[in-house]
């Protein structure tokens, strides 16, 4: 056996070696602070859980979310991935400074169904109920393979009994209005929806003076969590203060 042959074989059972005493001897953390999420716990061993298969699946989970340096295999596995070109057939994207949530697929099924039960929904009430549905940050960023607004017309042309706001012209060309690592709006955004509702409907609403606005730095949403890119860096979450008498 030539010399590199026979290191290679030491240092990978030496991998392994380290891994198995490390996952036995390194103490186990109940939460991922980077993934947002409880971790699994070690299952109990009984005949139910193996004859039905369970503590298979769920021994699996539990190695699986306690392998030693796991942060730093899934996140090394993950830029991987984006140099590669193939994180862009996963669930979070990263284009343009943001991580997206991959476009969605119109649900014809699902779609008829739900806009059934809010047309029921608003026919039972006996009040006024209006529908905004709110395209995605890739759909504002003018990525093709974004839909929003072809589904959101569809969706709208099924609705009865309820009242139909388009707010894309609100949102189209404004990337900004989300945030950079959650699939959420920003504040300014909720505030753009909002504004753009009471006006609508011909309400009074309170105008952007009226607010005073608190930065908190730092901020790291869902689509970071679930992207595994932990280099990607926080960003600023505003607070808008100012709506008196209402109690959240």
Known sequence: ?????????????????????????????????????FLAEAPDINWDNISSGDWGNDIESYLADHIPGRDFFVGLNAYFELLTGRQVGKDIRAEGGKL???????????????????????????HPVDLMIIPSAGWAMGLEDYQDEQIIHSIYGQAKTVGPLNVCDQFAGKPELYYDTDHHWTSEGAYTAYRFYMKRTGRWFRTEDHFSVETVSGFQGS??????????????????????????
């Not at 997206?100 to 006996?126: D, T």
């Open 100 to 126: 997206l949530e991959a476009p969605l697929k119109a649900n014809e099924a699902a779609i008829a169904r739900n806009m059934k039960a809010i047309n029921s929904f608003a026919e039972n009430v006996q």
């Open 1 to 37: 056996m030539k010399k590199h042959e026979l290191l290679t074989i030491v240092l990978f059972c030496g991998f392994l070696l380290s891994m198995t005493l490390g996952f036995f001897l390194l103490p186990k953390s109940e939460f991922s602070v980077n993934e947002k999420r």
């Open 223 to 248: 689509t970071y969590s679930r992207s595994a890119l932990w280099l990607t860096e926080g960003e600023n979450l505003e607070l808008w203060h100012g709506s008196d008498g209402l109690t959240v």
